[in-house]
């Protein structure tokens, strides 16, 4: 009998991770939920993928602003179980940054999140990936097309994560296929830039199904990417409701 595969995702506790890990569970995953303070949500999403299925979900701690930190948590997967066939990266730093007041700093803190994590997970996984005949998703935004305002730092980094994947599609070829997923209007941001109600339903209008999507539908795409797209590969798949 083969091992069930495992999955690495980074900003798991809460949330479009904590969505995507369990529905991988659902399909047979072992899963690494990677957090940063949100100990108390990854140790609760843990403990109910356990009941469900013995030793099957870890928890692994990481500020991904500190590369050694990163190295660590790539080496740690892989230690848990001594596989690792997918890495979802999806952890993110979301804030607006208007141009008059941008800092140094804040282009540090949406960089390494976003794009400087992402490349240093997998040049650490990627012999790993190789073996295994894996997978590395990114998590992406459907805002890298045209544009988001006031948020130049955040699309440059997401934009660089885009670039990553169709790069790194090339570099890990043919063993490892790199793939993007960009949502659209999920979830609010839960960091305090609370949109007025008429700017929510502004958003809502101009999107094509005239809904929100759901955590459900980023995570039925990673399951789509990581299974049963074996041909695909260097693309960015956009859920968002054709905005
Ligand atoms: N929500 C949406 O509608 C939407 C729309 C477009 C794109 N996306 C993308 O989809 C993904 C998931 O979205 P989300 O709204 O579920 O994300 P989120 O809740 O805003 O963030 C996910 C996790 O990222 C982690 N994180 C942030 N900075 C970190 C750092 N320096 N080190 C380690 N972890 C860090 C946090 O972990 P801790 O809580 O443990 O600290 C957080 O729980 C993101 O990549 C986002 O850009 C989301």
């Not at 479009?16 to 999403?45: K, P």
């Not at 701690?61 to 080496?75: C, P, Q, R, Y």
């Not at 892989?78 to 997918?86: H, N, S």
């Not at 660089?160 to 790069?167: D, F, I, K, S, Y």
Request: aromatic share 4%.
């Amino acid at each position: 009998m083969t091992a069930s595969p495992v999955a690495l995702i980074t900003g798991a506790a809460a949330r479009i991770g904590a969505a995507t890990a369990t529905l991988l569970h659902e399909n047979g995953y072992r899963i690494i939920i990677h957090y940063n303070n949100s100990v108390e949500n990854a140790n609760a999403l843990a403990n109910s993928l356990n009941n469900k299925r013995e030793d099957s979900a870890r928890i692994l701690e990481a500020n991904l602003m500190d590369s050694k930190a990163v190295s660590a948590l790539a080496d740690r997967s892989i230690a848990a179980w001594g596989q690792l066939d997918l890495l979802v990266n999806n952890a993110s730093a979301f804030y607006p940054t208007p141009l008059e007041t941008i800092t140094e700093e804040q282009w540090q803190e949406l960089f390494a999140s976003n794009a400087m994590a992402p490349l240093l997970l997998a040049r650490s996984t990627s012999d790993m990936l190789r073996q295994q005949q894996g997978c590395i998703i990114n998590i992406s935004d459907t805002h890298v097309r045209r544009g988001l305002k006031n948020h130049s730092i955040y699309i440059m980094a997401k934009s660089a994560l885009e670039g990553m994947t169709r790069t790194m599609a090339r570099d890990l070829a043919p063993e490892v296929r790199v793939n993007a997923i960009a949502p659209g209007a999920i979830l609010w941001a839960e960091n305090g830039n609370d949109l007025s109600h008429e700017m929510k339903a502004a958003i809502i209008d101009g999107i094509s199904l005239k809904r929100m999507g759901e955590p459900l539908d980023i995570a039925n795409a990673v399951l789509f990417l990581a299974g049963n797209a074996s041909y695909i590969t260097g693309q960015v798949l956009h859920v968002d409701g054709g905005r």
